[in-house]
């Protein structure tokens, strides 16, 4: 009776507890993975749009650097001191210092339609520098971006400065009178940099908290809160980074509490479903082991080779690869095994094999068929070289005298190949055939290796 109820609680846990068990611990997962997943898309979603939001800062302080920098080069006094009649003094007053003091720029440059410096204010300091000097990874792009827009518009964008970046504007100087006058050629290059004033700038009026120029990994603080700036060529020179929102990190501190819960009902239901599965996962594996596994030696047994001989043999059907099959039998073992007892021709079976497993690579299958029989697949590359070196080297290593209880014994082998060359053939075909090399072999005198079962056209015997 006790039996019954035992054999019937175990059928209960098995058929009612162990289901319910594995769904309650789903829908947990569920509802954890769920949460989690919430807000992570909650911080993905605002980390995106803090990136679209710091893309369209940068434009935004460009488009204004733009439309200052058309505001000067819309004026007949700049046409005349800049193209008419050159005036530097006039220039350095108004180009330079003027629009030092009025815009903030930190470099201004006039250019003739070339894109050569006519003028430059750089540091406080006046002179006519190239404007590719200190910005030879964008400038050239910029001002040839800006002569191909129509006549009158200005051009605006972000460029790499060192190991930092700048916004620049470039603007025609033409007649804001005479409109009939045809475009100039001339520009005015201003430049504003991605210093501490303007991250300062887009920090308070964005949001974007911590705002840094990234030269380094280091410096990143989200992978995904980054803008590129990029080269003329389109290659990412720096970044600009900052300390991203995360929302969604604020709604996992809210269910946090909840979800400890969750997981300590998890963790001990999935502790009774774990020894479950391990003593049934390990139940399969000694069943495994003794249905495909010799005993003795821990090789392969007959049904496991026969087994892969015949998947082996389905893969040169489709073309993939050639086998062959190696028979060994011991030479002397029945003499040793009468005379020492069966216990030290136990102690030689397990020291053979392991001394096959040693002359074998890994994807070789070494199996004991039964008795002192002993075969080896080789699943891939098996060409006629491998195969006499394999086999030169099991004939040295068997030969190799043995310690047994009873004291040391020599016995040798002898080897039978056939190769895997015909589709159609079955792995009962294909062993029959190495078992005749074997016996061919052992006619020859033992202690060698008949290849003839690998090419019906020639025979073969390496001693």
């Not at 099959?325 to 003499?335: E, N, Q, R, T």
């Not at 216990?343 to 079976?349: K, M, Q, R």
């Amino acid at each position: 009776m006790n039996h019954m109820t035992a054999e019937a609680s175990q059928a209960f846990l098995r058929r009612v507890i162990l289901p319910l068990a594995m769904l309650v611990c789903a829908l947990m997962i569920s509802a954890v993975a769920g949460i989690i997943w919430i807000a992570g898309y909650q911080t993905d979603v605002a980390i995106a749009q803090q990136v679209r939001l710091a893309g369209g800062a940068l434009r935004t302080q460009a488009d204004k650097l733009g439309v200052s920098a058309s505001d000067y080069g819309y004026w007949d006094d700049a046409v005349a001191a800049i193209v008419d009649n050159p005036d530097l003094a006039w220039i350095a007053d108004n180009i330079g210092s003027g629009a030092e003091k009025s815009l903030g720029v930190a470099m201004s440059f006039a250019l003739d339609p070339d894109g050569r410096p006519l003028f430059s204010r750089v540091g406080g300091v006046d002179g006519a520098e190239d404007p590719a000097r200190f910005f030879p990874q964008g400038f050239r792009e910029a001002f040839a971006a800006w002569k191909t827009l129509p006549p009158g518009r200005t051009y605006s964008g972000t460029v790499p400065y060192g190991n930092s970046a700048a916004l620049i504007a470039i603007a025609p100087v033409r007649s804001w009178q005479d409109a009939k006058r045809p475009p100039t050629g001339y520009a005015l290059l201003f430049v504003r940099l991605l210093d501490g004033p303007m991250l300062e700038l887009l920090t308070r009026d964005y949001e974007l908290a911590d705002l840094r120029i990234a030269q380094s990994d280091r410096m990143v603080l989200d992978p995904r809160a980054t803008l590129s700036i990029r080269d003329g060529q389109g290659r990412t020179v720096s970044r600009l980074a900052w300390l991203p929102a995360r929302p969604g990190d604020e709604l996992l501190k809210i269910a946090l509490p909840f979800l400890a819960v969750f997981l300590a009902v998890l963790v001990a239901l999935g502790a009774l479903v774990f020894r479950h599965a391990i003593n049934s996962a390990q139940l399969i594996i000694d069943r495994e082991k003794k249905a495909f596994r010799d005993p003795l030696t821990g090789l392969a047994n007959r049904a496991l080779f026969f087994a892969e001989v015949d998947k082996a043999l389905r893969r040169i059907r489709s073309g993939k690869t050639s086998i062959a099959v190696m028979y060994i039998d011991l030479d002397g073992f029945k003499a040793v095994n009468d005379t020492m007892g069966h216990g030290a021709g136990d102690v030689l079976l397990r020291e053979a094999a392991g001394r096959l497993l040693d002359c074998t690579d890994d994807d070789t299958l070494v199996a004991r068929l039964g008795g002192d029989e002993f075969a080896l697949l080789f699943a891939s590359g098996a060409d006629d070289r491998r195969l006499g070196t394999t086999g030169k080297q099991i004939l040295q290593a068997i030969a190799v005298p043995y310690r047994l209880p009873g004291g040391m014994v020599r016995i040798s082998c002898s080897i039978g190949i056939a190769a895997g060359l015909d589709p159609n053939e079955g792995a009962f075909d294909l062993v029959d055939r190495a078992d005749c090399a074997l016996y061919r072999a052992k006619a020859a005198g033992r202690n060698r290796l008949d290849m003839s079962g690998c090419n019906a056209d020639a025979e073969r015997r390496i001693a």
